[in-house]
């Protein structure tokens, strides 16, 4: 049985982490809302499914992030898997207090969260639970609908940098 376990995981930077854990491959989604004062939303890459019975899929929000309490008091969100070509859009609702929507075309899921025009997939969902997960909290939302488009590749997020699947 090895003694060392390694450093203490404090010491463990999160330059090393994001080295490392940069290895791990992703897609991109960008996780909608309405909020009070109009459509919300913000870049995303650590969703995933979840459950199929009963439909769950899940991600994880910064607790720096600005956007992600005005959706938790909607109660209710639409993740878009960005598409091949989405890599403005991607940073676009990245950067806090920006006017994410300005110019972009989407139309309404059945919630009425944006669906963003040409993305590969969406999935809308209410808020089902939320669990405390170091500097960001496990988000988990029940799929109430969802729909993909056929033959559109997508953005993948790969060592920092984005990539396409062409
Ligand atoms: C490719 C990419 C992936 C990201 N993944 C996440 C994530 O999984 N969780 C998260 O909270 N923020 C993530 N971010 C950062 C947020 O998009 C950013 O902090 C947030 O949009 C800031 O805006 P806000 O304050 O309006 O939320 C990611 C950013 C990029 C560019």
Not at 44 to 54: E, G, K, M
Request: glycine share 10%; with cysteine.
């Amino acid at each position: 049985m090895p003694t060392n376990r390694g450093t203490d995981p404090a010491e463990i930077a999160a330059e090393k982490m994001r080295f490392v854990l940069g290895r791990f491959c992703s897609g991109v989604v960008v996780v909608t809302s309405m909020g009070a004062d109009g459509p919300v939303g913000f870049t995303c890459q650590s969703f995933a499914s979840l459950s199929l019975d009963p439909p769950l899929v899940s991600f994880f929000a910064s607790h720096g992030s600005k956007t992600w309490p005005r959706i938790r008091s909607v109660g209710w969100f639409c993740v878009n898997i960005l598409a091949s070509g989405h890599e403005e859009i991607s940073g676009r609702f990245a950067v806090s207090g920006a006017d994410k929507f300005a110019g972009v075309a989407w139309r309404p899921a059945p919630s009425g969260a944006p669906v963003l025009d040409d993305v590969c997939a969406w999935v809308d969902c209410t808020l089902e639970a939320e669990y405390p997960g170091g500097d960001h909290d496990i988000v988990v939302g029940r799929v109430r609908s969802l729909d993909a488009s056929d033959d559109v590749l997508p953005l993948v997020f790969y060592r920092g940098g984005y990539r396409s699947l062409r």
